[in-house]
């Protein structure tokens, strides 16, 4: 029963993949203006600089939120992806198997101590531009049974306990196109299918679609959204239920879609904000499933 996550951050289209990058770019602070204006408060739970896939006892701090400020460092995107961890743990009862962060490239040197952490194995898919960018992060104890099945511009797709996972960062040029969104997911499962590793199993990531069923009707029949309604309840936040994902808190572009033939839901979908460490580092809130494989 792997849990399975992901957490999109904010990068430009720079093909120089550093901190630069990702610092304070628009949607971020954008983010950071709705959540500090309206008093949102997180939850800032212990965490380990590096081991971020360890549980760290004790309880979790209610910090107003703040806009991220300073000289670029790659603290404050370390301890959102160890947060990720921590609060996984705390809802759904296990770290997460395997994290796909979109929007972010640990290759870079400036992010080198991501790259360090004791317990996980990290893993780049790169493109050109910093946007388009995923980097993996898988526990080092079941590294080996994770297989990167295909990458390419959008997406990349894990097998992970024998599931075929695709992660989407969907291209702005085609995420508001139903019959191209059709054909993207179309193409990806009939490629699985031609290596034995089809149908697609979940789907999860970045839609950049606002409707909550765009991805559900773009997939065949079968699939269903794991998500049950419009809104999300950040589990990092102190009372906060707000419409969406994304910078306004309007628009569900982060989403997992299961396909309901071959899995089971088992727990979640959890949300986490974009401020889980009490500053604001993305304009999209992350997410986690535990799924398991239907038998007969």
């Known amino acids: 029963m792997p849990v399975i996550a992901y957490q999109s951050f904010n990068a430009n289209s720079s093909t120089t993949h550093g901190l630069a990058s990702m610092w304070q770019q628009p949607l971020t602070r954008a983010t950071a203006n709705r959540v500090t204006g309206a008093g949102h408060q997180a939850l800032v739970l212990p ?141 990806l499962n009939n490629h699985l299918v031609t290596i034995g590793r089809g149908p697609i199993d979940l789907v999860i990531g970045d839609t950049n679609q606002s409707s909550s069923n765009f991805t559900q009707n773009a997939l065949s029949q079968g699939f269903a959204n794991a998500h049950a309604n419009n809104t999300v309840s950040p589990f990092d936040n102190w009372q906060v239920t707000q419409g969406g994902t994304n910078s306004a808190g309007t628009k569900m572009f982060d989403v997992a879609v299961y396909n309901t033939t071959t899995l089971n839901l088992e727990a979640g979908p959890v949300y986490l904000s974009q401020s889980s460490g009490g500053v604001t580092v993305t304009d999209h809130c992350g997410l986690a499933v535990k799924v398991s494989r239907k038998q007969g």
């Open 47 to 187: 965490s380990l600089d590096n081991e971020f896939a360890l549980p760290v006892e004790g309880p979790a701090h209610l910090r107003p939120i703040q806009a991220l400020a300073g000289p670029p460092t790659q603290v404050a995107f370390g301890n959102q992806i160890a947060l990720i961890y921590q609060n996984i743990y705390r809802a759904i009862g296990t770290m997460p198997d395997l994290l796909v962060c979109g929007e972010l490239d640990v290759s870079n040197a400036d992010f080198a101590a991501l790259r360090q952490n004791s317990g996980l194995l990290a893993n780049v898919t790169g493109n050109a531009k910093a946007c388009q960018c995923f980097t993996a992060f898988a526990q080092a104890g079941v590294a080996a049974q994770i297989q990167l099945l295909a990458e390419g511009l959008g997406f990349v797709i894990y097998s992970i306990a024998g599931l075929s996972v695709l992660f989407v960062h969907v291209p702005n040029a085609i995420a508001t196109d139903a019959i191209k969104v059709r054909d993207f997911y179309a193409q």
